[in-house]
């Protein structure tokens, strides 16, 4: 879908390189106009990370969109290299340092063409997240094995996290137009991976909302393309480009999208 506009160029970050050859076959495919590189950048591994926002700043004059969708979803209690619980690590922490890294890259782009965009990819799973804190700072570098639906409220964590430091990202750097993406619940590698109990969750929890497996990255694609003009920002967009009515009372602490952001 974003081939068909004809980007001059886009990069395809992960860990899997023949996944992407295969989607950079399909981009060229489409667009002869469009290069399609695979970057490697692993965001269990902040160095990874680091290295990988290094070499699209050196490379490039100009940064119109970042989609910050990389994340794995349900998995048992484990850390990143650097220490952080799975999730919270790889879905945010390693997010939130790509965007601090390329944050010069996408001003630039704002203030010489205009405009500039950053789409956080969240979930309404994020309800999950722990009722008394929303984010529990003082565990986050703990594998958080205790919890009842452990695995749930640690991924829900992560994803009240991309939401917050989006409408953050919004409040500090109002030039750069940050939309928050819910994808809708889809069977993609994330929910198909899942074991018996956990897949029911998924489709018992998600019942009359579930889409088509080629209808998942319709939200965050809509994002990209939607006119300035008609988009508000810091707002979460559940499938299609309907602004969300899933917040909990976390979605809008401020003190606690500013602890996040220290
Ligand atoms: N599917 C749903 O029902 C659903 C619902 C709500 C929100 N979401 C969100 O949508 C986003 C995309 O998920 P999906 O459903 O498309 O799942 P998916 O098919 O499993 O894709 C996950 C992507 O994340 C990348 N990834 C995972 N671990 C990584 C790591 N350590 N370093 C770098 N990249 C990593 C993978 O790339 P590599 O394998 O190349 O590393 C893969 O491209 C996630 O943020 C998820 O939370 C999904």
């Not at 965001?43 to 990389?70: C, F, P, T, W």
């Not at 010489?112 to 309404?124: F, K, N």
């Not at 994808?183 to 889409?211: A, C, E, H, Q, W």
């Amino acid at each position: 879908m974003l081939a068909r506009r004809n980007p001059a160029k886009i990069y395809i970050t992960g860990r899997n390189k023949s996944a992407a050859q295969r989607a950079i076959a399909n981009i060229k495919s489409i667009s002869t106009h469009t290069d399609a590189v695979w970057l490697r950048c692993d965001h269990a591994n902040l160095a990874s990370v680091k290295e990988a926002a290094e070499v699209i700043s050196a490379r490039e004059s100009r940064l119109d969109v970042l989609m910050a969708n990389a994340g794995v979803m349900a998995q048992p209690p484990g850390l990143t290299k650097d220490g952080y619980e799975l999730q919270f690590g790889i879905n945010h922490v390693a997010h939130a340092l790509l965007i601090r890294k390329l944050l010069g890259l996408l001003r630039k782009t704002a203030e010489e063409h205009g405009e500039a965009r950053i789409i956080p990819v969240s979930s309404l799973a994020l309800v999950l997240a722990p009722p008394g804190h929303g984010i529990v700072f003082d565990d986050l570098k703990t594998t958080q094995p205790y919890w009842v639906l452990g695995k749930w409220q640690r991924y829900a964590q992560s994803k009240l996290a991309n939401l917050i430091y989006g409408r953050e990202l919004f409040r500090r750097y109002p030039e750069i137009l940050t939309l928050v993406a819910d994808p809708g619940p889809s069977n993609t590698g994330l929910v198909s991976s899942l074991g018996f109990f956990d897949k029911m969750i998924v489709y018992l929890g998600n019942i009359n909302r579930f889409l088509g497996i080629d209808q998942g990255h319709w939200n965050q694609v809509w994002l990209v393309g939607v006119p300035k003009d008609q988009a508000k920002p810091g707002e979460l967009y559940e499938p299609v480009g309907k602004p969300s009515q899933g917040y909990t009372h976390w979605c809008l602490d401020p003190q606690l999208a500013e602890r996040l952001w220290e």
